[in-house]
């Protein structure tokens, strides 16, 4: 089993949509999660950062940690095109970062 | 600031032969990750170096893998005889320190093996 297994889409919503993206973690002892955003062709860049359980906010995006069923959520309100990128869920335990296959996001205009 | 940069940004090698795929970190960051990201995989973690440590290789897929920092600034990823399977896009990334979580990568280098 993947430390993190995540589902890689596609998902294609239309400009406006919310947008929630998943990934579920199999070690209960992992604590740090991240979403990372990736455009074709360029490394991934960080996006959001988690510590334990709960909500995190930052502009339209919102990381959602729930540390009882292992599950990870990344919410996008209005969605626009330039959001178009894969998501890559992760988690750093002792220093190595275990990462999801990534969703690829399309949002059309 | 400049980034972390990799070079070359694409590779296209004979199966068996050598390469070696480069990486500049950001300045005065300790903390040198390498990945490699197979088509429609996510990042797999090969190796990591902090600062003068000994690095840990257990990502690492074979013995024909293997990477090395100098200075403790650039790194090279060496793969000897390569395979069609290490065809993948393979990325680097730097951060400050091991406590510090943000990861900041280079635009990665993809190599393809004919």
């Known amino acids: 089993q993947k430390e993190v297994e995540q589902d890689p889409g596609p998902l294609s919503v239309p400009e406006g949509a919310i947008v929630s993206l998943n990934c579920t973690y199999s070690?209960?002892?992992?604590?740090?999660f991240m979403w990372y955003r990736q455009y074709s062709r360029k490394g991934p860049e960080l996006l959001m950062y988690t510590y334990s359980s709960g909500n995190k906010e930052d502009g339209r995006f919102t990381a959602q940690v729930d540390k009882s069923s292992k599950y990870i959520s990344l919410f996008i309100r209005d969605s626009q095109p330039s959001d178009s990128a894969t998501y890559l869920c992760?988690?750093?335990?002792?220093?190595?970062?275990?990462f999801g296959s990534g969703t690829k996001l399309n949002v059309k205009p | 600031g400049a980034g972390v940069s990799q070079s070359p940004s694409n590779k296209v090698t004979e199966k068996g032969k050598d390469v070696e795929l480069r990486c500049d970190p950001i300045s005065g960051h300790t903390a040198l990750y390498w990945y490699r990201q197979s088509l429609g995989q996510g990042l797999e973690f090969l190796i990591y170096?902090?600062?003068?440590?000994?690095?840990?290789k257990s990502g690492l897929p074979s013995d024909r893998f293997s990477a090395e920092r100098t200075g403790g600034s650039v790194s090279t990823l060496t793969i000897q005889r390569t395979q069609q399977e290490d065809s993948a896009v393979y990325l680097c990334a730097s951060k400050t320190s091991l406590s510090s979580y943000e990861q900041y990568f280079g635009p990665g280098t993809r190599l393809t093996v004919t």
């Open positions: 992760a988690t750093d335990y002792f220093n190595k970062f275990y």
């Open positions: 170096f902090q600062g003068n440590s000994a690095p840990d």
């Open positions: 070690n209960s002892a992992f604590q740090y």
